[in-house]
């Protein structure tokens, strides 16, 4: 084998072990996002809200989710620094040109109870929700309801 050859091979597999790295590397990262290895996954919780319009337009609604106590399980990596985060629903005009209705999905949450706390027009509602591990949870606040169902 000439001298040009070896290092054709030798730079194939070099190439070949920084793939390998590399993919290993990216398989670490997705793993550790998924909690750190419990067996409860992030949920996304669907948070509705129905308003009126603000001067003939639909202001967005930012809604505040701060967790409480988490499940014992919950993942590792999540939410277990008490930190809160904000969802921002943006509203729709119906076709009265008076309600304005809209939804959005939160970020992963590990389950247990969280306060979500909305911004509307009229004033700040509140309430406190049991995230299932099972998801499939929709937290709604109607302008004008002193709570949120």
Do not use: H
Request: a neutral charge; hydrophobic letters at 35%.
């Amino acid at each position: 084998m000439s001298s040009s050859e070896s290092t054709s091979t030798g730079v194939r597999r070099s190439r070949s072990l920084v793939v390998a790295v590399g993919a290993f590397v990216a398989l670490s990262a997705l793993t550790a996002c998924d909690g750190g290895g419990s067996s409860t996954p992030l949920i996304k919780t669907m948070i509705k809200v129905q308003s009126i319009t603000q001067s003939g337009s639909c202001e967005p609604v930012n809604v505040k989710v701060m967790p409480g106590e988490l499940l014992k399980d919950a993942p590792t990596n999540a939410n277990n620094n008490k930190t809160e985060f904000v969802t921002p629903v943006t509203l729709t005009k119906a076709a009265d040109g008076v309600a304005c209705s809209g939804e959005a999905s939160t970020i992963p949450m590990a389950p247990g109870k969280w306060t979500f706390k909305a911004n509307l027009p009229s004033n700040v509602e509140t309430c406190e929700r049991d995230v299932p591990a099972t998801g499939g949870l929709t937290v709604s606040f109607k302008d004008g309801d002193s709570s949120c169902s």
